[in-house]
Every structure is written in C-alpha cells, then in structure tokens.
C-alpha cells in the first residue's frame, strides 16, 4: 500500500473548504515521471460519488526558478488564458497558498487521456488518430502564438527572450558547473554563428513536446500541459522542440513527436496562422532543442546534489545528456566513426565478478521489487535497474574510451596529459572561437567520443543506431 504523503491532511482540509460538494480524500498518488514538477492524482468522495482531480506541485513543495521558469501561479494563468483562446486545457480548479500546507501548486480538472509519449507513438490504441496528431499540433501551436500578451496580462508576466540571449543564457548555465562537455561547447558555437534573424515574438509554449501533450485515442489532442519555461519569443522554438529527437520515443522518420510528419505541423500551423515557415529557421530550434536538453539533463544532476527532491531519477537523466549531444552530431557532423568494443570487468577468476554483483541487484530491481509494488515506486525501480546497467557498461567500455579520447585529444591539440586537462584545453578553444569548427580532427574526436559515451548510457537510442550506420569497430 503506497504511503500517504506528509501534506495529506492539509489537502483534505484544503478540499474541505473550497469544494462544496466534497466528503473525503480517498488517496493521493505521484504520478511516475515530472522530474522537475510533481503531479499528483487525488482521489476524492463527493455527494455525486468518486471524482479524480490533478494537482501540480513544485517539486518538494518549493517552486524553484531556472533559466526560464515562471513559477505555478504564472502557470496556472498561462493554462486559464490558453483555454479562453481555445487552445485545449484543463480546467484549473484551485491555486493553493501558502497557508494550506500543501506546498506550491494548483489543482485542475482530471483528463483521462494518455501522456506517455512511447504509448503514444507505439500502441495500436492510437493507431486511428496517429496520423491527424501533427496537424492538430500545428494548429494549437498557432493558437498559443496568437494569444495577446497585453489583454491578458501575459507580457508582465513573462520573461522575454530572443535567441542570442536564449542561447547565452543555456550556455552559461552549463559553463557554471565543473564539467568539460566539448560537444556541448561545439553546438554553441555553431549556433552563435548561425542565429536566426530577428522575428515578431508571441508566447512561446517552450515544452510543446510529445510527453507533455495528453491525447484521447477517439479525438486526439485532448489537452497542452506543463507550461513552466514559457516566456515571449521566437515561436518557431516550439516547432524545432516538438521536431528534437529527444521526443520522438525511437521513431526517426516520422520528426514530430515520432508520431507525425513535419509536413503535416507546418501545414496545420500555416493554415491556422496564416504565416508561413521557414524550414531552416526550424533546423535552427532543432539543434538548439538537443543542446537545451543536453544542458538541462545535465541540470538533473545539479538537482540531485543541491535540492530538496533527490530521487533515483535525477542523476538517471543526467546521463541522457550524451544522447542529446548525439542528436547533435548527427544533425551538425555526420560520417563514420570508430566504435569500440567492450572487455569483461575485474579478473575472470574472481567469484563473484563485479558484473555479477550489478546484474544479481539490478534483475532484484526489475523483478521482485517491480512484480511487489505499482506506480511511482515501480517506475523508480526500474529507473534505478537501469542505473546499474549503465555502470555495467561504464566498467567494460569506459577505460577503452578514455585510452581512446585521450589519444584523439593529444593528437588534435599537440598536447599531453590527462583527460580531463585535455577537454578543458579543448572546451576553452571552443569558447574563445581559437579552435575551428571546420576541423577534421574535432569533427572526429566528437563523434567517436559522443557515440562510444552513449555505447555506455544508452546503446538502444535511435540516435546511436543512426551514427553507427557508418561504424569502424576497434
């Protein structure tokens, strides 16, 4: 039986007083997945019989800021304002303060509808509205684009950011933490040259991804949430994040949310808006969408370390930050790589071995822990399983790797020395613009090192099977 958490009688007592027709709180269960938020599905008793209602929580109960991060009660205003432009939205019920106890947060009306994005794109459930989602996408993003800022209060509300200062903003987020990611430095650069011109600045959703739409497997769309990065700028950006490789759940072809085609989005986003779009302005919000993500994955182990919400999962994502860099080798240096192969951990003869061990906890983890418990605690003890299995990989590719890298380094800078010293020699000639993009060298250093890294952290990423088409193997 899932424990009730701290804030349930503040909740109940919340309820208590703002529903009319409420009876009791029957239970309280965190949703799996919402990394950076919580959301929660109340079960509550009222006078008509059982009702579900959502709530949305600042993770801890804190409302923390990020780059772009607008906080709950912008949120819930950013929800309310998009349902009265007839963009589908939930009704937001109740804004909790803070003298409910509860922690920050809103409670809104419960949609039945799907929200995980590998459902969405593999089950047969959707086989029938599949195809009308890009469309549909399309039109509620020019819905969202058209919303007035001074009306409704928004602009006052909302960080405004063009793309250079969206770009700088992400980047010195990362050059604050200790951690040389050269890839990451490549991508800036390449973005910094290759800035979008100026263009008229709307709401921007920020997070219009597959995973954050819900879809009804009758009608479609059913509904746009997590508005927390909104702010005012470029709009193509929602349509480069929807297109990121991140969201597509393994499915390459098909560019928007692997459910669709690009030709479908901009068709409905064109005949909604009546403007056009300009493909290479969505290339740009592409990459950036895979280097925003690359940096933000990166900012899940910062959580991890600093705040008040330390799961499993933070650190778990963390290491997604190579499969971002690999969208963005493929997207920015294709060609052929070396791919190395792996060698057994610890000495044969040790009983037990190391890989042992990892796979004794990790098949407990996936098997009796997932078969004894359901929801949050399943999810997580699947993510921690997965955990091991990327330290696995670590201790049979990671040294091959290092040799690899400190060679390709030493060899492209004319330099000796450890690997660390060598990526903080090469991420500090990416930054100041001394070391050229162009290089054949640099082009293949990232790419072995960035492939080999996600050969370790997740070796069925479709970004992974996509550059190693070309593969050498050593």
Known sequence: ??????????????????????????????LSGGASMETYRISIQTSSG?????????????DRESVSAVGLRTEALLMRTAKESGVVEPDIYYELEPDDGVGVGFIMEWLGGETLGSRIVRSSDFDSVRPLLASQCGRELAKIHAIDLDTTGLRGALPVLSPEEYLDQTWERYKAWDTPQPM?????????????????????????????????????????LDWETSHIGDPMRDIGWICTNSWRFGQREKQVGGFGYLDDLISGYEQESGRPVNRDHVKFWEVFGSFWWAIGCLGMTD????????????????????????????????????????SSPGRQSDMPRLDELLVSVREFLHGDVMSATTGRTNFLARVAGNSLDIIGRELTIGPALARHETALLSEMLGLNGDIDQLRWQLVRLLRDGSMELESSLLQRYLRDS??????????????????????FYS
């Not at 424990?3 to 239970?27: G, I, M, N, Q, S």
């Not at 059982?50 to 804190?62: D, K, N, S, T, V």
């Not at 979008?196 to 009758?218: C, I, K, T, W």
């Not at 960035?450 to 593969?471: H, L, M, R, W």
Request: charged share 25%; proline share 6%; net charge negative.
């Open 1 to 30: 039986m899932t424990p009730e958490p701290e804030f349930f009688e503040p909740l109940k007592a919340t309820l208590v007083r703002e529903f009319d027709d409420f009876h009791d709180l029957v239970a309280v269960d965190r």
């Open 50 to 62: 059982p009702q579900l209602l959502c709530m949305r929580r600042g993770a801890g109960g804190i």
């Open 184 to 224: 990451i430095d490549f991508t800036g650069r390449w973005l910094q040259d290759n800035l979008p011109e100026e263009s008229e600045y709307r709401l921007v959703h920020n997070d219009f991804r597959n995973g954050n739409l819900m879809v009804d497997a009758q009608t479609g769309l059913q509904a746009v």
């Open 303 to 342: 959580q991890y370390r600093s705040g008040p919400d330390a799961t499993v999962e933070r650190p778990a994502i963390g290491r997604r930050t190579s499969e971002c860099q690999i969208d963005c080798v493929n997207l920015l240096i294709p060609g052929a790589t070396t791919l190395l192969s792996a």
């Open 450 to 471: 960035v492939v080999n890294q996600v050969a370790i952290d997740q070796p069925k990423y479709s970004g992974f099977q996509f550059a190693t088409s070309e593969a």
